[in-house]
């Protein structure tokens, strides 16, 4: 890999965000996912490039890291913070077309749940693995997945609950999205859903953590 | 023998004469169960006491935790509106709020305009973290408010119905939760990184705070204190974060616990089996939760060779996937196993790992104290 290029990758791994950020310790003072990403662009490397040699690649060690639990929430949330900042350069690319997405992914947590932190989780490493994601929300009542899903034929659907309660929801909104949209992907996900319960209720996936939700979109 | 000194024997790391078992109830599985008016039971102290008695006669169990203290009357202040919209449903309408009430689970809040992201360097430590605890952190968006005249109330009411038959565990919050309710969990748990020593001054205030609260909790009739500490485990942070920002300040609220006599025991959620000597550090008398696989990684044996020496162990039946999913067979095998592990070490109390989920049935419960009975003798 182009040392720059790695270089960026080592900075969404490390969460090192600009210059002005002191996190990590040991690259303090040093420039950042930011800093480097419009330097990568200054010095005639492709948007191209940049996103898949370096940000897609830093998140997956990411990703990998945070699987294995040898990183923790809050090192993935700021290297989600730096993959925001490099992505501000990219930003006109993916208007101007030079840049695609992958696919849409619309995530929310079902019905009758507020939490979210997974589901952030997840969004933050779904489209830092190079895919426009649609964040419904918490508590997304299953005619909202569908209206949705009625703008965006070809999205990948992911349902998040953490109470026992709301599987249920989870239940019928899966359904439902299976009886309006047969082909379409849905991944679920939450502590107190398994992959047992996934296949009953006719989900594509039972994501355990992030990192399997992405490797297996990336595969579809 | 009494349900109580069966639970005490076992916190000071004996054995009774059989097995003690205590489970804490979701609230929802305690509505499940008793089908009250969901907002009252939430409000209402001594529909909330009654209602914790009755689970508890009703199932055999040897202790009572009481999740909830400090009601009061303040929660009709500025409601506009109750309005039944289902069987088991209720929602409260306030000015800035909306809460709904049911029998399903903890009720949930929404609040008119949404809670606007802090920054930790424009959090006054002084003047917005209170010196003195007046709330619960119960869940998102959820707080349960303490009522000062009536903060312990709830304790005396149950000693008078229940007298000393049977052992009343009290619970308080660790700072740790205080903290990331009052960020938001995701800008709590990036302040970590960011400005550590904010953060623990800002832990710091909450441990004063919830050091009182529990030292003057100590002094109702009570045998234990739980502290429920759900975002401490590998779900969510490193042990090197947990020793930073949890250890600490735990340590220090189970010192004024012990102070005052009274055992205490920490609740923490999901996967910890890289942190089980941290939390003996503590000085906690014992753990509860230590989920197994997989909605952790506690393997109970392994625990009590870790730590089984200094700490009870109150744990670990799956709630989710032996209690409320799993078939007869494999219900009851889950369960023995448990109990039989449990046994060898010294002292166990026999109990759900997290709360009892709500849609579990009774009679998966009632199986709990016909185990006990039949295999749980010492």
New interface residues.
């Given amino acids: 890999m182009n040392q720059i290029l790695e270089q960026i990758s080592i900075c969404i791994q490390k969460g090192k965000v600009d210059s002005k950020m002191a996190y990590p310790p040991e690259m303090k003072g040093m420039p950042g996912a930011d800093e480097l990403t419009k330097a990568a662009l200054d010095e005639g490397f492709s948007a191209n490039d940049i996103l898949s040699g370096a940000l897609i690649h830093g998140m997956g060690i990411v990703g990998d890291l945070f699987r294995e639990k040898r990183l923790f929430v809050p090192q993935v949330l700021m290297s989600a913070m730096a993959m925001k900042a490099a992505m501000v350069h990219l930003k006109p690319f993916f208007s101007s077309g030079e840049l695609k997405q992958k696919g849409t992914f619309i995530i929310g947590t079902v019905a009758g749940d507020l939490h979210d932190i997974g589901k952030n989780l997840t969004a933050m490493m779904i489209e830092g693995a190079g895919w426009r994601v649609i964040d419904l929300g918490t508590d997304v009542k299953t005619e909202r997945f569908l209206e949705v899903l009625n703008e965006n034929g070809n999205a990948v659907v992911g349902l998040s609950a953490l109470l026992t309660t709301t599987m249920e929801q989870m239940e019928r909104s899966v359904k439902a999205i299976r009886e309006h949209f047969p082909e379409n992907r849905i991944v679920v996900g939450g502590a107190p859903v398994n992959s047992e319960f996934a296949k009953r209720i006719g989900a594509s996936l039972y994501a355990p953590n992030p990192q399997v939700a992405v490797e297996y979109i990336n595969s579809i | 023998m009494t349900p109580r000194e069966r639970v005490n024997i076992a916190m000071s790391l004996s054995k009774p004469d059989k097995v003690p078992l205590m489970c804490q109830f979701s609230i ?1 599985a305690m509505m499940q169960q008793l089908k009250p008016s969901p907002a009252l039971f939430w409000y209402d102290g001594r529909v909330f006491a009654d209602g914790l008695v009755a689970l508890c006669e009703r199932f055999g169990f040897d202790g009572i935790l009481v999740s909830l203290h400090g009601h009061g009357d303040r929660w009709r202040e500025g409601l506009m509106e109750i309005k039944d919209i289902d069987e088991g449903k209720q929602e409260l309408i306030y000015g800035n709020r909306r809460e709904i009430h049911s029998w ?2 903890l009720p ?1 809040v ?1 609040f008119n305009s949404a809670n606007i992201s802090r920054e930790i360097s424009s959090v006054d430590v002084e003047r917005e973290i209170p010196s003195h605890i007046d709330y619960i952190p119960v ?3 959820l707080r349960f408010h303490l009522h000062k005249s009536n903060m312990f109330g709830i304790f005396s009411y149950l000693r008078g119905i229940v007298g000393g038959k049977y052992s009343i565990h009290g619970e308080i919050t660790s700072p740790f939760d205080y903290f990331l309710d009052f960020m938001g ?2 800008n709590a ?2 302040s ?3 400005d550590p020593q904010k953060c623990k001054d800002i832990l710091e205030r909450f441990t004063k705070g919830i050091c009182l609260l529990a030292s003057d909790m100590c002094d109702e009739d009570i045998d234990a204190v739980k502290i429920s500490s759900p975002f401490a485990g ?5 042990p090197e ?1 947990y020793e930073e920002f949890v250890l600490p300040y735990e340590s220090r609220i189970i010192e004024a616990i012990k102070d005052k006599g009274k055992r205490v025991y920490i609740h923490t959620c ?2 910890i089996g ?1 942190r089980l000597e941290l939390m003996q550090k503590s000085g906690a008398s014992g753990l509860e939760c230590l989920d197994p696989e ?2 952790g990684n506690v393997d109970l044996k392994d625990a009590f060779n870790r730590i089984g020496d200094s700490m009870f162990i109150k744990g670990n039946i799956d ?3 032996t209690l ?2 799993a078939d007869e067979n494999k219900a009851r095998a889950d369960v023995l196993k448990i109990l039989e592990t449990g046994k060898q070490g010294n002292g166990f109390i026999l109990s759900t790992a997290c709360s009892i ?3 579990v049935c009774s009679d998966r419960i009632l199986m709990l104290r016909e185990l006990t009975d039949r295999f749980g003798l010492y």
């Fill in positions: 929802g399903s689970d949930m929404k869940s998102q968006d969990y995701e748990l990036v970590l990184i960011i590998m779900g969510f942070i490193s974060h999901g996967h890289d997989p909605v709630s989710v996937n409320l999913y989920a709500p849609m």
